[in-house]
């Protein structure tokens, strides 16, 4: 959203536009990823089962040696066979924490193993998805599946996973050892069972959904957060702060009041799976009462079995408290298997053809130490784009023609187009009907290569990677010298803060290093842009993030850096669309004016109405 996409009697909120979410995977494949991913790493899987069955059997062991002294004590044996009883009793409890922590430090490795692995590849599906995806969807569900997910699988995999898998493992041991005192014994223990099914029964069904839900309602806050956020002078010029505070309340009202449901049910769960710990004591002390006094069960082993199902409260009270958590996880890792599943050749479908993925971003073709390239005109006919999902076109029969080594701005309200138009002038996407063509060649035509040869775009979402400034820059030149560097840098007038830095170019920036602000990091991809020498730049609200006083800066270093080249500008100021050789708006989908600044002005039509808005916002914001 920009500052000249709201004419002052149409001031609000972008219009909604219909979203997919990116794809979320079933319980089952998840199940089948994470089975994958463990026969992947036999010698790690193993010995984090035989390390959990051992530990788990090693604190069972302890209760069943119990009742073996009860019964010696009753027999009166010898004090020694007591006393052997007891070193292996001592002995078991070590060698059970032992086994434990090796146990716990395992599945903390394969988990942190998985997750990495489910990290990098999310992240790498997503660099792969086409820039229109990203637009169908919405920053916020990507975000939230490599941001907010990764979190929360991550302390899954911390706390509760271990905890559930651990625990469920030693209740499985002591229900196996309940058998092994008396299979009467084991059978009352057991008549606890159908209470638990029937609590697990009506809990899960309910639970997983409802996860799901919650983090998709903290995917839309984030959205609407995003869109507030990257249109904050519009917000601000035009007076739009409660639209979006409603939307942002709105939003964050639901992820709480989600949360709360949350925990209410999780709350029933808990009573239900109280009642059946009661049935299963009650029926072991009348089964063990009734085998005692017939004589059909030894003392120890009618003693011994109370104490070994209260063994399993420990355990299941654990798998009960963290199983919110395991929650949690489960609907973030269905998330994030069903990232991996995107096949973004097939995403776009319908009305809409399939989209490509799109040309190179931030300048990063060209050949440096040649010749920059003579500039390409560039002509749109008849292009008309619809996003699935949608009846009206998005773009219709827009027709621009941008002569080689001239400039256009496109300016025009909220979802008019402008973004959309840019991107497939970029190569991003293919049109329904039309066509764009760079010079001679028409872009659907060519591959990702192809088109990135021809033109790069920059947009507000610029980014710096962490290593070296100058690699940094190579990314859009791998063979540049220092010097070309340099001078890139000095075009768009980062040269002075670059040298001050205390390694110079060698000077790690982003995460971990030197940190940049908004202008300094624009400055960094315009110089990007230079090193790139396409012939046709595109920029797509550009400086949209810097201040007033960063943003004259980088208006200067984004004409030093197109110099020479065919330009489109979305413009973001109006100042931006002054400087063009040409200004087209955009209303619904279609070219309403077209001229320089002084034409449209004295016109009076449509830009004049955005010029006179865009003025008075202006003076609004600035006083």
């Known amino acids: 959203m920009s500052t000249t996409e709201t004419r002052p009697d149409e001031a609000r909120a972008p219009g909604p536009r219909p979203r997919e979410t990116l794809r979320t995977a079933s319980g089952r494949e998840a199940a089948r990823w994470v ?33 073996r002294v009860v019964d ?14 007891g070193v292996v009793l001592v002995a078991a409890a070590l060698l059970g924490a032992v086994a434990t922590a090796v146990s716990t430090y395992l599945i903390g490795r394969l988990g942190a193993d998985l997750l990495a692995t489910l990290r990098e590849g999310a992240v790498r599906s997503v660099l792969g998805m086409p820039s229109a995806r990203i637009e169908q969807v919405g920053r916020g569900d990507v975000l939230s599946r490599v941001g907010d997910d990764v979190a929360v699988l991550s302390k899954g995999i911390r706390m509760a996973i271990p905890t559930v898998f651990s625990a469920g493992v030693l209740v499985a041991i002591a229900t196996v050892g309940m058998f092994g005192l008396d299979w009467r014994l084991g059978l009352a223990g057991a008549g606890a069972l159908p209470a638990y099914a ?11 959904p409802l996860y799901r839900k919650q983090r998709a309602a903290q995917a839309d806050r984030a959205q609407a957060l995003i869109s507030g956020l990257d249109g904050i002078d519009t917000v601000r010029a035009y007076g739009l702060e409660g639209v979006f505070r409603e939307k942002v309340t709105e939003k964050s009202w639901r992820v709480r009041d989600l949360g709360i449901e949350v925990f209410r049910f999780f709350g029933r769960f808990v009573g239900r799976e109280n009642r059946a710990e009661f049935i299963g004591l009650v029926l072991i ?24 199902f209260h063994r399993l409260f420990t355990p299941l009270g654990a798998i009960m408290f963290t199983f919110d958590e395991a929650q949690k996880s489960g609907a973030s890792l269905t998330r994030l298997v069903g990232v991996l599943g995107e096949d973004a050749e097939d995403r776009l479908v319908g009305d809409a053809p399939v989209a490509r993925p799109g040309a190179g971003t931030e300048g990063e073709s060209g050949v440096v130490g040649a010749a920059a390239p003579a500039p390409l005109a560039v002509n749109v006919e008849g292009l008309t784009f619809r996003y699935p999902g949608t009846e009206e076109p998005v773009l219709r029969d827009v027709g621009l023609t941008i002569p080689a080594g001239g400039s256009l701005a496109l300016v025009g309200a909220t979802g008019a187009g402008k973004t959309t138009l840019a991107a497939l002038i970029a190569g991003i996407g293919t049109p329904e009907a039309g066509s764009v063509r760079i010079g001679p060649t028409d872009l659907a035509d060519l591959d990702e290569a192809g088109a990135r040869a021809l033109v790069s775009i920059l947009t507000q979402e610029t980014h710096v990677f962490s290593g070296p400034l100058a690699d940094d820059l190579r990314l859009a030149a791998p063979g540049a010298t220092e010097a070309e560097l340099r001078d890139a840098l000095r075009t768009v007038g980062a040269e002075e803060w670059a040298e001050a830095l205390p390694e ?9 290093g030197e940190r940049l602000d908004v202008t300094k990091v624009t400055q960094i991809a315009l110089a990007r842009l230079v090193l790139g020498r396409a ?35 979305v413009a973001h100021r109006l100042t931006q669309a002054m400087a063009a050789d040409r200004i087209a708006v955009l209303d619904a989908g279609r070219v309403v004016e077209q001229g320089t600044h002084e034409e449209l002005v004295a016109l009076g039509g449509w830009y004049a109405r955005l010029w006179r808005a865009w003025r008075g916002g202006s003076d609004n914001a600035t006083g």
């Open 35 to 67: 089975g994958a991913h463990c026969r992947e790493r036999p010698w790690l899987s193993t010995a984090t089962v035989v390390s959990t069955v051992a530990g788990a059997a090693l604190q069972v062991l302890p209760v069943l040696l119990l009742s």
């Open 72 to 85: 010696g004590v009753v027999g009166d044996e010898p004090r020694s066979v007591l006393a052997t009883i």
């Open 198 to 208: 029937l609590a697990l029964r009506w809990y899960l069904p309910r639970s997983a």
């Open 285 to 308: 002390i009348v089964v063990g009462y009734a085998l005692l006094e017939a004589d059909a069960a030894s003392l120890g082993q009618v003693s011994a079995a109370p104490l070994m």
């Open 504 to 512: 110079g170019l060698r000077t790690r920036v982003g995460e971990g």
């Open 535 to 569: 012939p046709v730049v595109v920029l797509d609200e550009s400086t949209a993030e810097a201040g007033s006083e960063g943003a004259a800066e980088l208006e200067r270093a984004v004409l030093a850096a197109c110099a020479g080249r065919t330009t489109l500008f």
